[in-house]
């Protein structure tokens, strides 16, 4: 068997070449080793960083699955021993060796004699140790297992090396491209814009619930991101869960998770999504659109900080940062008995209100050149696109924006797809843009539908400025606000 550890040795370079998936790896090193040198039993053990002690990254034998609950310090044992002086050791009989440390082998029984420890190093570096124990036909370890030995650490710390240097590079890179795409940058110059980012800065070091409302594509699932970023929760988890999205029964098992045999199908237990999110953030998008039982529950989780799995009885407790948004005017759901006023004010401990893009047209031409710079990378190379031109540019001020924010990147995203030239220009965006509601855009129609039009465009602006709200609509348009529940039925607002 030994003729053929060159050959070995040579299949196991290839295959540190072939990939950067460093558990493969290891487990072949040690799988392969153990084999080659018949070895009872084999572990990799590594140093955690933090701690500074040695635990079991990969074992085999017998006792494989015992051995991986115990921990070295430096200097303890034998591995502890290779690990804090960097130098090999062969013990032909443990017993006899001051350094060797009975408390593991004592502690799963498992009977020792023999060992050989390598550390696995990378130039002055120790990252850990492999170890074989006894030849399986109980011979005692010899001088060439450890050189053996020797070289499969060589490999395996380099292994260890190159993925540990991979995963950096990617964290970097990962980290760079969301830098320069600005996926969570908050672009607002606008007096409102800072008056809310300085808000939910100060926000983000409490633990208070917060809502956010405002219109479809105003920037509340930024926002949310924001405060959980700036807050120091943020290298805990974030989850956003849209509960609009999901059935009652699904949403409740989703976020509380569900215990064996809570319904058909549950044959397994399963952590929800609160649990999940312990320590940081989740954030509950279309918390309007949840149900009236759905609501009670969740009124449970702020009031006493304890979800019950559904089908389970026992409290758990979670440490979870709340944040709700909707773009319903939730104050009306209130009124009309559709939104629990116990969940309403608990939520609104903190409240965020965000403006419509046309209450903030100042924050236009940097939001425009913001989604530019965003599309222009993430479109790839040959495209001509570099400017907006200042035909376009006031356009783009003029309009008002129904659909807010997103619908400003959607437009600035065609035009970088489309524009043929080098600076966006009014041909290049959508023509609702291009063509704000004139009067002589009624000619040729008959008096009832263009009035029909104004009133349609004018009922939906009113809202808009209102936030959605028909109860403040009606007030200021001076009508009731049944017959503005009529009109915007009738005329499909
Ligand atoms: N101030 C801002 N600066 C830069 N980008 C923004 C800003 N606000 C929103 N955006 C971008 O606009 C898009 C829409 O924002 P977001 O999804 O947060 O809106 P929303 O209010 O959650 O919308 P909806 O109600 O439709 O769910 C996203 O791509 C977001 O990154
Ligand atoms: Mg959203």
């Given at each position: ?422 600076d966006i220009k009014p041909a290049d965006l959508p023509r609702e843009v291009c063509q704000p509601t004139k009067s002589n855009q009624s000619a040729g129609l008959t008096l009832k539908d263009a009035q029909d039009n104004f009133k349609r465009d004018f009922i939906r602006r009113t809202l ?11 007030t200021v348009l001076d009508v009731q606000r049944t017959y503005l529940s009529r009109l915007i039925k009738e005329l499909g607002v």
């Open positions: 068997m030994r003729d053929n550890s060159l050959k070995i040795i040579k299949d196991i370079s290839e295959i540190v070449n072939s990939t950067i998936n460093m558990s493969h790896l290891l487990d072949v090193i040690i799988a392969t080793a153990t084999r080659i040198m018949n070895a009872k039993a084999s572990s990799l053990l590594l140093i955690d960083e933090k701690t500074g002690k040695l635990f079991f990254h990969i074992a085999t034998g017998e006792k494989k699955e015992e051995v991986k609950l115990y921990e070295l310090s430096m200097g303890e044992g034998i591995a502890g021993w290779v690990a804090e002086h960097g130098t090999p050791v062969l013990t032909s009989n443990v017993k006899e060796d001051p350094r060797w440390s009975s408390k593991i082998s004592n502690a799963i029984g498992f009977s020792t004699s023999s060992i050989a420890c390598a550390p696995l190093k990378v130039g002055d570096t120790v990252l850990g140790v492999i170890e074989i124990i006894d030849h399986l036909d109980q011979t005692s370890l010899t001088q060439e297992d450890l050189d053996m030995l020797c070289a499969f650490a060589d490999i395996a710390a380099l292994s260890i090396l190159r993925a540990r240097i991979f995963s950096s590079v990617n964290m970097e890179n990962e980290r760079l491209r969301e830098a320069l795409v600005g996926k969570f940058a908050i672009v607002g110059e606008s007096p409102i814009m800072k008056k809310i980012i300085s808000d939910c800065s100060k926000v983000a070091h409490s633990t208070a619930t917060a809502l956010i409302t405002g219109g479809s594509g105003t920037g509340k699932e930024l926002i949310a991101r924001f405060i959980h970023n700036s807050s120091p929760r943020k290298s805990a988890p974030y989850i956003t869960v849209n509960c609009g999205a999901l059935p009652e029964t699904l949403l409740e098992s989703e976020l509380f998770g569900y215990e064996k045999g809570a319904f058909t199908g549950a044959y397994g237990q399963k952590t929800g999504l609160f649990e999940a999110a312990d320590k940081g953030t989740i954030f509950l998008d279309e918390i309007g659109e949840t149900s009236l039982g759905m609501q009670v529950k969740l009124l449970r989780v702020l009031q006493e900080g304890t979800i019950t799995r559904v089908g389970g009885t026992r409290a758990i407790k979670v440490d979870v940062r709340v944040i709700a948004a909707t773009n319903r005017d939730i104050e009306e759901r209130v009124q009309e008995k559709d939104f629990r006023d116990d969940l309403y004010y608990r939520l609104n401990v903190v409240r965020i209100k965000l403006p419509t893009l046309s209450e903030r047209k100042e924050d236009i031409p940097s939001l425009a050149k913001h989604f530019l710079e965003k599309f222009q990378m993430t479109s790839g190379s040959g495209r001509k696109v570099e400017g907006i031109s200042p035909e376009a540019m006031e356009v783009l001020v003029n309009y008002d924006w129904p659909g807010n924010i997103r619908q400003l990147e959607n437009v600035i995203e065609l035009a970088v797809i489309m524009g043929a030239t080098k808009e400025s209102v936030s959605g709200s028909k109860t403040k609509a009606a």
